[in-house]
């Protein structure tokens, strides 16, 4: 079965860090450009990061850049990102997809909840 399960997700306090994962099934990751998008409470889809088949990184959201981290382990097939001094506006469910940046039809996990508070 072909699918996508993130975890990792939880209360963070800013300023710490997180690390979230995507265990990917049915299909080798290593050829496939992934992603993480994510959606804060009441708006739209926003592309964080993309990992090309070469393991080429790159950062979409203004608003992470510098402090996200993105990466793909090939043996464990599982799709990672770490992100650094979390801001209250990080809040948002965290997607992990099988995805190239702009791809408006995609296989997608469930999601993943990270909710930064003190």
């Known amino acids: 079965q072909v699918q996508l399960v993130e975890s990792g997700g939880g209360l963070v306090q800013p300023g710490n860090s997180r690390r979230l994962a995507c265990i990917a099934s049915?299909?080798?990751?290593?050829?496939?450009?992934m992603s993480w998008v994510r959606q804060a409470p009441g708006k739209a889809l926003e592309w964080v990061s993309q990992?090309?088949?070469?393991?080429?990184?790159?950062v979409y959201a203004d608003s992470v850049k510098g402090r996200v981290t993105t990466w793909k382990d090939n043996a464990k097939n599982t799709l990672y990102l770490q992100i650094a001094n979390v801001k209250a506006e990080d809040t948002a469910v965290y997607y992990c997809?099988?995805?190239?940046?702009?791809?408006?039809?995609?296989?997608r996990g469930q999601g993943t909840q990270v909710t930064v508070s003190s």
């Open positions: 990992v090309d088949g070469n393991g080429v990184v790159m």
């Open positions: 997809a099988r995805a190239r940046y702009g791809d408006t039809s995609y296989l």
């Open positions: 049915g299909f080798s990751i290593k050829q496939y450009y």
